[in-house]
C-alpha cells in the first residue's frame, strides 16, 4: 500500500474538461490535491471532490513535491512552469514535474533540461480515452522520462489510468500520443469516407459497418465511434476536432523535424486543420463526416 504521504502536496495545474475529473479520481484515491485554473467553476468543482484549490499555479505549487500539468499545449506548461511569477520558482530541488498535456515532444525535452538545470526532474505522460475512461479511471497513459521518476509517479498515474506504458526516454510520450492519434484520425476519416461512397451506390451504411467489425478493415472508428456517434448523428465522443487536429500538427511537425517522409501525416494535419476551421472549436472530432459530406456536395 502506497504511502501517500510520503509524497506531500501534488499541485495540478490545468482543470478543463480533462484536469478536473483526472484530479477528483487523485483526491478520491487519497491524495493531497491542490489545484489551479483561473475558472471559478473549475476550482470550486475540485473542492467540491475533496482537493483545495487556488487561482494560479505558483500558489498550487507551493509545497508541493509534485505538479501535474494538464494544459492545452506545451507552449502554456513552459509559461506555467518557467514565465513569470511561474510554479517552479517556489518549487524545491527534487520535486518532480508529470506533464500529461499533449505537448510538442521535441519542445518537452528541452523543458525537461530546463527544469533538470533548477533540479527538477520530469516525464511527460498524456493520455488517451476520453472523460468517459477518466470517469472510471481506464485511461490509457503513455509515460517518457527515466526509471526513478516514472517509478515515483506510479501511484498518481494508477489512480488515474488503466494501461500505463513506458515509452522511452523524455518526450516519448508526446511522441507516441500524437503519432496514435494520426493513426486515429486516419483510420476515422478513411472509415467516414468509405460510408459516403456506400450511401451513393445504395448501400446501408449500418450494413458496411457490421461488415467491416467482423472484416480486415475494423478500427477503433468502426467499432466505436461510426454507430453511437456519426450514423445517429449525435457527433458527441467529447474528444473536440480542434485538439484532434492540434495533435495531427505535432504529428506532422515530428515527422518534418526528424526527415522522415511525411506525406500521409502532413495530410491528415491539413484535412483536419481545414474540418476544424470549417466547424468551429466547439466541434466534435466526429464531426470530419460532416465537414467529408459538405466537401463531397
Known amino acids: 500500500m502506497t504511502d501517500l504521504s510520503r509524497e506531500g502536496p501534488v499541485a495540478f495545474i490545468g482543470l478543463g474538461m480533462m484536469g478536473r475529473p483526472m484530479a477528483a479520481r487523485l483526491a478520491a484515491a487519497g491524495f493531497d490535491v491542490r489545484g489551479a485554473d483561473p475558472v471559478p467553476e473549475a476550482r470550486e468543482a475540485?473542492?467540491?471532490?475533496?482537493?483545495?484549490?487556488?487561482?494560479?499555479?505558483?500558489?498550487?505549487?507551493?509545497?508541493?513535491?509534485?505538479?501535474?500539468?494538464?494544459?492545452?499545449?506545451?507552449?502554456?506548461?513552459?509559461?506555467?512552469?518557467?514565465?513569470?511569477?511561474?510554479?517552479?520558482?517556489?518549487?524545491?530541488?527534487?520535486?518532480?514535474?508529470?506533464?500529461?498535456?499533449?505537448?510538442?515532444?521535441?519542445d518537452t525535452r528541452s523543458?525537461?533540461?530546463?527544469l533538470a538545470a533548477l533540479g527538477i526532474s520530469m516525464i511527460d505522460a498524456p493520455v488517451s480515452g476520453g472523460v468517459r475512461r477518466v470517469l472510471d479511471g481506464t485511461l490509457t497513459i503513455m509515460v517518457g522520462g527515466e526509471a526513478e521518476p516514472i517509478a515515483r509517479a506510479q501511484p498518481l498515474?494508477?489512480?488515474?489510468?488503466?494501461?500505463?506504458?513506458?515509452?522511452?526516454?523524455?518526450?516519448?510520450?508526446?511522441?507516441?500520443?500524437?503519432?496514435?492519434?494520426?493513426?486515429?484520425?486516419?483510420?476515422?476519416?478513411?472509415?467516414?469516407?468509405?460510408?459516403?461512397?456506400?450511401?451513393?451506390?445504395?448501400?446501408?451504411?449500418?450494413?458496411?459497418?457490421?461488415?467491416?467489425?467482423?472484416?480486415?478493415?475494423?478500427?477503433?472508428?468502426?467499432?466505436?465511434?461510426?454507430?453511437?456517434?456519426i450514423l445517429s448523428g449525435t457527433f458527441a465522443s467529447g474528444f473536440s476536432m480542434a485538439l484532434m487536429a492540434k495533435d495531427l500538427r505535432t504529428a506532422a511537425d515530428l515527422a518534418r523535424e526528424l526527415g522522415v517522409g511525411e506525406s500521409g501525416t502532413?495530410?491528415?494535419?491539413?484535412?483536419?486543420?481545414?474540418?476544424?476551421?470549417?466547424?468551429?472549436k466547439s466541434a466534435d472530432h466526429t464531426e470530419i463526416h460532416r465537414y467529408l459530406i459538405r466537401n463531397n456536395n
Open 266 to 280: 502532413t495530410s491528415a494535419a491539413e484535412l483536419w486543420a481545414a474540418a476544424s476551421a470549417a466547424l468551429g
Open 157 to 229: 498515474l494508477a489512480a488515474m489510468g488503466k494501461a500505463i506504458i513506458p515509452t522511452g526516454p523524455i518526450g516519448s510520450g508526446h511522441a507516441v500520443k500524437a503519432l496514435n492519434n494520426y493513426v486515429s484520425a486516419a483510420g476515422l476519416a478513411a472509415a467516414c469516407e468509405a460510408v459516403l461512397i456506400a450511401e451513393k451506390f445504395g448501400v446501408d451504411p449500418a450494413v458496411l459497418v457490421d461488415v467491416l467489425n467482423v472484416s480486415t478493415g475494423k478500427n477503433n472508428s468502426t467499432e466505436v465511434k461510426l454507430k453511437p456517434f
Open 46 to 106: 475540485l473542492v467540491d471532490a475533496g482537493g483545495r484549490a487556488f487561482a494560479t499555479a505558483q500558489e498550487a505549487a507551493e509545497g508541493a513535491s509534485v505538479v501535474i500539468t494538464m494544459l492545452p499545449d506545451g507552449k502554456v506548461v513552459r509559461d506555467v512552469l518557467l514565465g513569470s511569477g511561474g510554479a517552479a520558482e517556489v518549487l524545491a530541488p527534487g520535486a518532480l514535474v508529470v506533464d500529461m498535456s499533449s505537448s510538442a515532444p521535441l
Open 111 to 114: 523543458l525537461a533540461a530546463d
